[in-house]
Nanobody
Framework: QVQLVESGGGLVQAGVSLRLSCTAS????????MGWFRQFPGKEREFVAR????????SYADSVKGRFTISRDNAKNTVHLQMNSLKPEDTAVYYC???????????????WGQGTQVTVSS
């Protein structure tokens, strides 16, 4: 059982940066692959970034590659999403998610946060 809580969203102008954070409950945070997803109004949730258990391997959606960086601090049970050069099309609700080894092997995340709104004005 993992509880995830996102923070750091807000309303910003295009071109600026935001840093999202996700804090997990429990003592087994390092056992989980962590991911960030986002959802546009009326659209399906889409993959943004993921990071492996020790933070060595990362992966990004093409739409954010080169602008966003995912990182984790296992000592603090926290994963971050550094978002640079934000665009209006980045406006969405951003979700933190966790998957164990079985879940990640199936492409399925087991736990989800409540989401945090990111709004980018032109």
């Amino acid at each position: 059982q993992v509880q995830l809580v996102e923070s750091g969203g807000g309303l910003v102008q295009a071109g600026v940066s935001l840093r999202l954070s996700c804090t997990a409950s429990g003592r087994t945070f390092s056992n989980y692959f962590m991911g960030w997803f986002r959802q546009f109004p009326g659209k399906e949730r889409e993959f943004v970034a993921r990071i492996n258990r020790n933070g060595v391997i990362t992966s990004y959606a093409d739409s954010v590659k080169g602008r966003f960086t995912i990182s984790r601090d296992n000592a603090k049970n926290t994963v971050h999403l550094q978002m640079n050069s934000l665009k209006p099309e980045d406006t969405a609700v951003y979700y933190c998610a966790a998957a164990d080894l079985l879940g990640i092997s199936r492409g399925k995340y087991d736990y989800w946060g409540q989401g945090t709104q990111v709004t980018v004005s032109s």
